[in-house]
């Protein structure tokens, strides 16, 4: 099978979606979002880890081939991605949006960015779906967004600019590799013989980008603001997916491209890390918006992401991938409830919630799992996530697991305290409308997938393990 | 030397048809006779030789650069006279003269990138300035018009007058205008060169530097854009501006022995200051046509730095050339349509204008893009491969002034792209715009997005 087939049906999909009108719009994508996700695993389950590669010639001069590369480590992705797609598209399908083709055409378009910049394998191109999945988000904030239109404008132009300006960084960084290696193939960056000064700078351009994207302390400026005024589809995209993008980039296209400026800056990022989960969490401590909660609390877990990828260790790798899959599918759990929640309350302000629970028992269960499953409780997704990262960490420096683990807690901590705000507490007096089929069923997948991976991670290691194994060889190079 | 001769001939007949009351096909006759025109120096190029056998005087000399220059400059001509009906509906009886003017505008440009003799050049520049200062000055009863058909035309004459110094005192140097000679013996006599060769080469560029609106010598642009009706100022930020770079471009090579390292300095200073100048001038416009004009100063400083590697980056400038000016063609053929009717061109024109006409916001937004450098448009590429060349070549510091340019070029490119969505207009009733304006936007970008898809149509080719 072509691996290129996925990404042209998510293409003709945004085409088909814009062009089948306001009524049909969401089903359409719906559709085609199934097609990629049953394409996916149908890749998944032939090529599995050996993997598959793809390329034809595109431009001559300078020499640019349309290469992709679907390995065990981008086919992780391409799954999360292409699952997380109709699942999202189901969760917001029964809510009302102006111009709904426009909409979901920009989703789908920016989800085939998006699986484009897991799947290559030439340095140019993948910067050219980098670049191209920020457009449609942009627009969906401003356009689609909550709040103040001048507010939600300043706020995606912030996030425009801070992304734009770091993927530039990584664009000369890219060039210079090419002038370095005289291609800007994957395996050419992996093998090119680079000074320790070229390293460094290299490595830092990269770092630039990634760190913004994901974002990695403290350069998440952009991302409260953000996440708060995008509509509750673009946040789920933003923070399910499009954080790790960055995340993935970091383990493909930067540690194995600058071993030696990677263990010399592995003690600071980690820290940086380190830091970020605990001020996530503090933060998250303090809000009274409950998106704005959730953006801090995503703060502190792609904290905890970032630390396992830079400490350079093969668990600390392992645990990285889990966690950017467990949270991926969480975090568009707890969005989603908070779209549930706008919707029927019309509010986001924590305190002016409560007493939930008593209207809508199948919602508070199935809020609670998300929560128990962010917190990293055993036999969930994210705990084997976050335990192979400590696990990682501790091969590093005993001191970066024990402060990371005091994260945990802190964690736990505001979860709960959020948990217990806005779910219990004396019955609210305004009736809370309990979970709708469709709404059940988004919950029923998402949890599905964070309890059975808890339960059983084999098949998420296995397929890795292989991709880990080589950029690990090329890290200690 | 054929697609010279074809164009003056075509600026010819436009003037008969006028005589002869055949005003009705005037444009269709211009718009095939280019076309045809396009296909001649096409297959031209593709066979690699004149159809009119070569040239004795060695006049005018058909290379790869010259011919690809041609094409492109034929290109946007076509689509800039499509909407000419339309715009000169007012003065239809005048039609011919601002038509005709326009195809010797495209000679003049023709002949300033295929010269081979330096008289030559000098007629090209003149016949493609003196267009250019009428159609500036082509609303006759518009003061504003007339300011900057005046103001174009004293800063013209006095870079014209610069450049033709610069040709005297190369003239001086080897006793020839023969672009061969002048190379060769520049070569043979590097190092003990006379003063006057230097001399004339700078002031030859520095006159070249005013056509193409360079910092320092950019203060005309802005007013001169502004003032101008909307569309010679689309032509003159497009077609004229890429010309200026191409001949700078070509000049800069026959001379290359006088490209020193302070020069190449001197070159790199006037880069960063060109887009700089003009990316932070441009965030402050309220009007879109100074917009344009400064965020086209600021191209112009991108386009200048192939200057620095000259040996290779034929492809690139032609590419970055054709990149900047379809997206350009594209968002003039937007505003022309936006402000059709209005008697200026203020943002607040542009206020709410998604739920007015959305299909020509999506292209501006498409255009505003592109300039800005975002895949996969062509404007993307055009800044990659300059980028590109400029590190092959060593010149890092410049790169990274590219990108600080290219973060200040989003802000308020994106700006624009804002006002049309999220600002509320005064009126809410569909924007009605003439069916030509619409396709020459809708062609326009799609070339650019077509570019911008398979680079290696401009990037493969053989210059």
């Known amino acids: 099978m072509n691996i290129t087939i996925i990404l042209i049906i998510l293409l003709v999909g945004a085409i088909l979606t814009y062009l089948s009108g306001n009524r049909f719009a969401s089903k359409v994508a719906m559709l085609f979002g199934v097609a990629a996700a049953i394409f996916s695993v149908a890749l998944c389950l032939k090529y599995g880890a050996a993997g598959a590669n793809f390329s034809i010639d595109w431009i001559s001069k300078p020499n640019i081939s349309f290469s992709l590369k679907a390995d065990g480590l981008s086919m992780a992705m391409i799954l999360m991605t292409t699952i997380l797609l109709p699942i999202i598209i189901l969760g917001t399908q029964s809510r009302e949006f102006k111009n709904e083709k426009m909409l979901y055409s920009l989703v789908m378009f920016m989800v085939f960015a998006m699986v484009g910049a897991f799947l290559s394998s030439n340095a140019l191109l993948y910067y050219v779906f980098w670049e191209m999945s920020l457009i449609p988000i942009y627009f969906i904030i401003v356009l689609w967004g909550n709040g103040e239109i001048v507010k939600r404008r300043k706020a995606a132009m912030t996030f425009f600019l801070f992304t734009f300006a770091g993927s530039l960084f990584m664009l000369a960084a890219i060039i210079y590799m090419y002038t370095k290696t005289g291609s800007f193939q994957l395996e050419a960056f992996y093998n090119a013989s680079l000074s320790q000064t070229e390293q460094i700078w290299i490595f830092l351009a990269f770092f630039l980008a990634y760190a913004i994207k994901i974002p990695i302390f403290p350069f998440h400026t952009w991302q409260a603001n953000v996440y708060q005024k995008a509509p509750a589809i673009g946040t789920m995209l933003l923070a399910g997916i499009m954080s790790k993008m960055g995340a993935y980039s970091v383990i493909r296209w930067q540690l194995p491209v600058t071993p030696y400026a990677s263990n010399e800056f592995r003690t600071i990022i980690v820290i940086l890390c380190i830091i970020g989960v605990v001020y996530g969490a503090i933060m998250a401590l303090r809000q009274d918006d409950l998106k704005r909660f959730l953006a801090y609390a995503s703060l502190s877990h792609v904290g905890f992401i970032a630390a396992g990828s830079y400490a350079l260790t093969y668990d600390g790798l392992e645990g990285a991938v889990i966690l950017i899959l467990a949270h991926g599918f969480g975090i568009v759990g707890m969005f989603y409830s908070a779209d549930v929640i706008q919707t029927r309350m019309h509010t986001l302000t924590i305190s002016k919630m409560g007493g939930i629970k008593e209207h809508a028992p199948k919602f508070s269960v199935a809020f609670f799992i998300s929560i128990l499953s962010s917190i990293g409780i055993p036999l969930t997704f994210n705990f084997i996530g976050e335990f192979t990262i400590m696990f990682g960490l501790y091969q590093v420096n005993l001191w970066y697991a024990l402060t990371i683990g005091t994260a945990l807690f802190l964690g736990a901590l505001f979860m709960l305290r959020m948990y217990q705000q806005v779910m219990l507490g004396e019955p609210s007096v305004n009736p809370f409308r309990d979970l709708s089929k469709t709404e059940t069923v988004v919950f029923a997948l998402i949890i599905g997938v964070l309890i059975f991976f808890g339960v059983y991670v084999k098949p998420v290691t296995d397929l890795v393990s292989t991709s880990l194994t080589e950029i690990v060889m090329y890290i200690n190079r | ?463």
């Open chain 2, 1 to 463: 030397m054929s697609t010279l001769i074809a164009i003056s001939a075509l600026g010819i007949i436009c003037l008969l048809l006028e005589i002869f009351n055949l005003r009705k096909i005037l444009i269709p006759v211009t718009l095939i006779g280019l076309i045809a025109v396009l296909g001649l120096t096409v297959t031209e190029f593709y066979l690699g030789q004149s159809f009119l056998g070569t040239d004795k005087y060695n006049m005018l000399v058909a290379t790869g650069f010259s011919q690809g220059f041609s094409i492109l400059f034929i290109i946007l001509a076509v689509l800039i006279l499509a909407m000419s009906p339309k715009f000169y509906q007012d003065r239809i009886d005048k039609i011919a003269d601002y038509v005709a003017l326009k195809v010797f505008l495209v000679a003049g440009a023709v002949a300033m990138v295929s010269f081979g003799n330096f008289i030559m050049f000098f007629v090209g520049l003149e016949v493609l300035s003196i267009a250019a200062y009428i159609l500036a000055a082509s609303d006759p009863k518009n003061l504003r018009s007339n300011e900057a058909g005046m103001k174009y035309f004293i800063m013209g004459a006095f870079a014209s007058s610069f450049i033709l110094f610069g040709i005297a005192l190369i003239y001086g140097a080897f006793g020839s205008f023969d672009i061969a000679t002048v190379a060769i013996a520049s070569t043979a006599q590097a190092g003990s060169l006379p003063i006057w060769f230097s001399l004339g080469f700078v002031m030859l560029t520095v006159g070249l530097m005013f056509k193409a609106s360079i910092v320092p010598f950019h203060f005309w642009a802005p007013d001169v854009y502004e003032g101008s009706p909307t569309l010679s100022t689309a032509l003159m930020s497009t077609l004229v501006k890429v010309a200026a770079i191409g001949a700078l471009f070509k000049v800069v090579t026959i001379l290359s022995v006088a490209v020193t390292p302070v020069y190449q300095i001197v070159l790199i200073v006037l880069s960063i200051l060109t887009m700089t100048v003009g990316n932070v001038t441009a965030m402050k416009q309220k009007n879109i046509k100074r917009m344009m004009a400064y965020s086209g100063i600021s191209h112009a400083g991108f386009m200048m730095m192939t200057l620095l590697s000259i040996g290779t980056s034929a492809n690139t400038v032609l590419y970055y050339a054709a990149a900047y000016s379809l997206a350009g063609i594209a968002a003039f053929a937007v505003i022309l349509g936006v402000c059709r009717g209005k008697d200026n061109e203020d943002m607040t024109n542009f206020f709410g204008l998604v739920k007015r006409q959305p299909v020509l916001t999506a292209i501006f937004i498409c255009a505003l893009l592109s300039l800005s450098g975002i895949p996969v448009f062509a404007g993307f590429f055009a800044k990659f491969f300059v980028f590109d060349q400029m590190l092959q070549s060593g010149h890092l510091v410049l790169v990274i002034f590219g990108i600080i340019n290219s973060i200040i070029a989003v802000f308020y490119y994106l700006g624009v792209a804002n006002i049309m969505i999220t600002k509320e207009s005064e009126t809410e009733e569909p924007l009605r715009v003439p069916f030509e304006y619409k396709a020459v936007a809708v062609i326009a970008i799609s070339l650019n997005l077509l570019l911008g898809i398979f680079p290696s149509v401009i990037m493969g080719l053989n210059l």
